[in-house]
Nanobody, 124 residues
Framework: QVRLVESGGGLVQTGDSLRLSCTAS????????MGWFRQAPGKEREFVAA????????YYEDFVKGRFTISRDNTKSTMYLQMNSLKPEDTAVYYC?????????????????WGQGTRVTVSA
């Protein structure tokens, strides 16, 4: 069982930046593709970004391209999401997830382990 803990959320203003972190409890983190998802109030959970185990591949949803950057440091068992130029529509609870197979995916159902989420609120 892999335990994931997110941190770094908070209340910011439009145009500000935040960096989210996701730390895993096991060294096997380095073998797992990872992803960030978010869920806004009253909406379904949606894909934000994903990264392969070696960081050689990254995927982004269109609405964050050019603003968000996903990265990971396997030596620290930690994944990051650098969020720049934040907008009110980025307000959501952000979740990190790990997938127990080698290929990275965009759909939430393909991920096996989830964190508890960290809240990001962007004021206008």
């Amino acid at each position: 069982q892999v335990r994931l803990v997110e941190s770094g959320g908070g209340l910011v203003q439009t145009g500000d930046s935040l960096r989210l972190s996701c730390t895993a409890s096991q060294r096997t983190f380095s073998t797992y593709p990872m992803g960030w998802f978010r869920q806004a109030p009253g909406k379904e959970r949606e894909f934000v970004a994903a990264i392969s185990a070696s960081s050689s591949l990254t995927y982004y949803e269109d609405f964050v391209k050019g603003r968000f950057t996903i990265s990971r440091d396997n030596t620290k068992s930690t994944m990051y999401l650098q969020m720049n130029s934040l907008k009110p529509e980025d307000t959501a609870v952000y979740y990190c997830a790990a997938r127990a197979y080698s290929n990275i995916m965009r759909d939430a159902a393909s991920y096996h382990y989830w964190g508890q989420g960290t809240r990001v609120t962007v004021s206008a």
